[in-house]
């Protein structure tokens, strides 16, 4: 997993979550239950019945984790990047980005100036770069090039060199 409960709780929040996520025809989740719900914190204040709710919506937010990890892995495993360990934090920012993408996805929004869709979309674009072997995430890459940044070095006759000789 790219992401954690955790990381998405600060960022986008368990109020955005609550809202996008939760099941349609359900009540929407209480902001405060779905924090709880997102830290494994104590949800005994609440009733049977807004916890099942919660946990619905974690499963779908769980969903969104999942499709975007296997967003990432696709790409990533054309470098030779997986199993990642650790996971570097750009990781972190694509799955949190392509996951919000996926649970905001039936809104109606302008797609051009939608900070969501333009995160997704870079997400991708990293990607991408990083599966060409455009971008690297720091790590050990099985498929770059060997030698890259090494000067070549050659022994042996020259022909500017025997050409200096007549002079």
């Known amino acids: 997993m790219y992401i954690s409960h955790a990381q998405l709780a600060e960022r986008p929040g368990a109020r955005e979550l609550a809202e996008v ?5 359900e009540a929407l989740v209480d902001y405060d239950l779905m924090q709880a719900t997102l830290l494994g914190a104590d949800r005994s204040a609440w009733s049977a019945a807004e916890i099942i709710v919660a946990d619905n919506t974690l499963v779908r937010i769980d969903d969104a984790i999942s499709d975007a990890k296997s967003v990432i892995d696709g790409f990533l495993g054309r470098r030779g990047y997986l199993p990642l360990d650790p996971v570097p934090g750009i990781v972190t920012t694509w799955a949190r980005a392509i996951c919000r993408y996926l649970l905001h996805q039936d809104r109606i929004s302008g797609e051009s100036d939608d900070p969501i869709v333009r995160d997704y979309r870079d997400a991708l674009k990293l990607l991408q770069l990083t599966a ?5 995430l720091g790590l050990e890459d099985t498929s770059a090039q060997q030698g890259i940044g090494q000067p070549a070095t050659t022994t042996g006759a020259s022909t500017f060199r025997d050409n200096l000789a007549d002079y």
Do not use: E, L, N
């Not at 060409?132 to 690297?136: R, V, Y």
């Open 21 to 25: 996520a939760s099941p349609a025809h």
């Open 132 to 136: 060409d072997g455009k971008f690297s």
